[in-house]
Structure formats: C-alpha cells, structure tokens
Nanobody, 123 residues
Framework: QVQLVESGGGLVQPGGSLRLSCAAS????????MAWFRQAPGKEREGVSC????????YYADSVKGRFTISRDNAENRVYLQMNSLKPEDTAVYYC????????????????WGQGTQVTVSS
C-alpha cells in the first residue's frame, strides 16, 4: 500500500530554515507528481507546492514563493521541501501528498497523504 512518511519538522526561530523530507513507498514513485500541503490551527488545509514526476514543472503558493523550494530524488523515492526565511505564519502541520494534478499555475487534490510533521516558527 502507499506510504508517505514525513520528517524534518520542528521548532525554528523566525528567519530560520528547515528541510522537510518525505519517504515514499508502495507505488511507482517516478510516475506521479508529488506535493506539500499545510494546515494551521483553525484553518483549512492549503497547497504549498507541487512537483511533476520528472521535476519539469513546479508550483508554489504565493505565500511561499521565493522562500520555499521543492525537489525530488526519483532514485531514492523522496521529495523535499526546503523552507527558508521562515515566518510565524508558516507554523502548521505539513503533509506530503502523492498523485495529483500539478501545473505551474495550480495543483489538484491528491489521492494519497502522509501523516504530517509539525513545523513551529516562534522566538
């Protein structure tokens, strides 16, 4: 079965950086787009970034553009989210997701989700 396991979350000060990692298994990783979503307390889950199967297409939400970078390693079945210049409003549970529409303008609804990793940005 599909498994997505996130790691790399934690507590960081404003302006700091974190790198999230997602280990995927149970499907042919290099055939599917991957994504990161996040959900802050009391808010709806929102799409942060997605990447196509061959890394040729990437999308970023306006709120993270220029600060976050998505990448993937098809040999290792992993997807990453490098988060720089973190702000308190980036505090959320971050979810790895698989098998969704991903274009430069938008991202769709994934078929598979990880369990999430907490990111807290606070001084």
């Amino acid at each position: 079965q599909v498994q997505l396991v996130e790691s790399g979350g934690g507590l960081v000060q404003p302006g700091g950086s974190l790198r999230l990692s997602c280990a995927a298994s149970g499907f042919t990783f290099n055939r599917y787009s991957m994504a990161w979503f996040r959900q802050a307390p009391g808010k709806e889950r929102e799409g942060v970034s997605c990447i196509s199967n061959n890394s040729g297409t990437k999308y970023y939400a306006d709120s993270v553009k220029g600060r976050f970078t998505i990448s993937r390693d098809n040999a290792e079945n992993r997807v990453y989210l490098q988060m720089n210049s973190l702000k308190p409003e980036d505090t959320a549970v971050y979810y790895c997701a698989a098998d969704l529409w991903c274009s430069t303008r938008t991202m769709g609804v994934p078929r598979n989700w990880g369990q999430g990793t907490q990111v807290t940005v606070s001084s």
